[in-house]
């Protein structure tokens, strides 16, 4: 690993801290409450997550083959293999990966922005109020910009003039989005909830193209 990957993995321990502590604090049933991650609740957000730091690239590629190339499949399958028989359980296996550097491929940022905006897919509807750092959120939200990976992200963006107001982030040109690098990072993945966070005349487009996703 590059220095630059030691400093990616760094941010991801720290932002998987800060959500196992918020996940210590929930009731029985807030763990089964709703997420931005479609039908998932919380407690099948954190198995995912902790499957994403458990498989390395041939364990990865293994299940996908299992699963004759669809994401959905290997999706469902791994998170059934890493959910707890209870939500402590499930929990105390997402603790048990906050130090792993496993991961399929070495797009670091990526996997990062994968810790992040699940996080905000379970905070968000509890109402908990952690951010992650702008350390964090600042090479996901480059990194978003510049390719689809695991969401549409460079889709959602291109064309636009994209820039934080809170951090370094700026990216592009054309019709202005600025806000918080949060709600950009959010909302480059689609989360439709984070666009009331952001202005400037890009953002109809850019609600036009997450009504397309969805629709």
């Not at 998170?79 to 296996?93: K, N």
């Not at 906050?98 to 991961?103: E, H, P, V």
């Not at 070495?106 to 109020?129: C, F, I, K, N, S």
């Amino acid at each position: 690993m590059g220095r630059k990957d030691d400093v990616l993995w760094t941010l991801m321990r720290a932002e998987r801290a800060a959500l196992a502590q918020d996940l210590s604090t929930l009731s029985a049933d807030q763990w089964r409450h709703d997420t931005l991650c479609g039908r998932w609740d919380v407690e099948q957000v954190v198995a995912h997550l902790t499957a994403a730091a458990s498989l390395n690239q041939w364990q990865w590629l293994r299940s996908m083959c299992g699963a004759r190339f669809r994401p959905e499949v290997h999706n469902q399958r791994r998170l059934a293999e890493y959910r707890g028989d209870t939500p402590a359980a499930t929990l105390d296996r997402f603790r048990a990966v906050i130090g792993s550097t496993r991961a399929p491929s070495g797009h670091t940022a990526a996997y990062l922005g994968e810790v992040v905006v699940h996080g905000q897919d379970v905070r968000w509807p509890l109402g908990l109020p952690r951010k992650p750092s702008i350390e964090a959120l600042t090479p996901v939200a480059d990194f978003f910009a510049r390719r689809d990976f695991a969401v549409a992200s460079h889709t959602q963006a291109a064309g636009l003039h994209l820039r934080a107001d809170d951090g370094p982030f700026a990216t592009g040109s054309g019709p202005l989005v600025s806000g918080s690098t949060l709600a950009l990072v959010m909302s480059m993945a689609g989360r439709a909830p984070y666009l009331d966070q952001l202005h400037g005349p890009g953002v109809p487009i850019l609600q036009a193209r997450l009504d397309g996703a969805t629709a």
